[in-house]
């Protein structure tokens, strides 16, 4: 047991540690004199039992998620149909399980990220790194992703669906794919994402009208802001434009910690969840922002260090998985904030307030931990 808890990378426990410090801190902020006060405590509790998930995940060998990988998949399907009939709705989106209490709502949607990575990395590590083939890999791979995908998509939770698609992506480009297919691919997403935009247009008011009845008009308003801005009313683009206000009001150093006034002027939704980096680049400035992008530059870093050095293709399949989540979150959190990216509910990792992803997010650097300590005995999983 020592063995293995020596071998635990400490930089990113370090990495790890400062970033709790920047949520709480944040949070505590952001949630201060409003009917959240009191979530920066529950996002310490989160946090402690996060770190001892991550650091206990090092006594466990990975390669038994690997074993088990249809298992873990059957389960994460059967969760994401059950919420749909059992679930609560949040904000439009019926994603989660209540526990009793209400202290902490389960999010099937985030564990399936988990899930996804293991099992695409054992399929993926079935070829032993010669070129997958485009009909026994990628569409096996592809028909894989696709039931969680339309699952979470039907709920509606475009965030995450939007998330299966980069790890599904991120790891055939590790995975040894093909040029040729790399090329078809990028066609088919430019042409998909000029078909839709054309079709957005050509059919605005039915699909306003569509929405509006199935009370999905939320959708509507945050694709139509990004896709169309100049003709998006202010009401509909608000959140977009106060934090891009409040973030640069923030300047160099900052207004100063818990002297934001935009972020709790009622202007900016979920300023401890979804839109906390509102908080920290208008209090902290460009100098708050550009240390906390470093932490995460940090922490991707270690873990592609971790990837390079593993004798196991299928470990480093996972630990890229989990780094090209991580990066898609921060860059598309961030980027919504700064009006670079649409609005979803794409929350920023290990900072934004939730019980359930700061839990898989630790739990994904505890597999992270699992990999870099079992790496000394390889034996491949049939």
Known sequence: MLNKLKKLDWGILLIMACLAAVSIIAIHSATEGTRFEGSDLRQLAFYGLGFIVAISA??????????????????????????????????????????????????????????LIIGIAYLMGKRQGDKLNFSSDLLTIGAFAFLPFMLVMIQPDLGNAIIYLVIVIGMLWIGNVKYSHVAIGLAAVVAGIVLFMFLFNAFNSEIKEFLDEHKKIHWYNRINTFVNPDEASADNKHQSMYAQIAVGSGGLSGDGYMNGKLKNGGYIPYTYSDSIFVVIGEEFGFQGAALLLLLYFLLIYRMIIIAFKCYDRRASFIVIGIVSMFVFQVFQNIGMMIGLMPITGITLPFVSYGGTSLLLNMLSIGLVFSIKAHQEVYELVE
């Open 58 to 115: 090092v006594l466990f060998d990975y390669r038994i998620v690997l074993k088990i990988w249809h298992v873990l998949y059957g389960i994460g399907v059967a969760s994401l149909i059950l919420v749909y009939f059992l679930g609560v709705e949040i904000n439009g989106a019926k994603g989660w399980f209540e526990l009793p209490g209400g202290l902490l709502n389960i999010q099937p949607a985030e564990i399936v990220k988990i899930i």
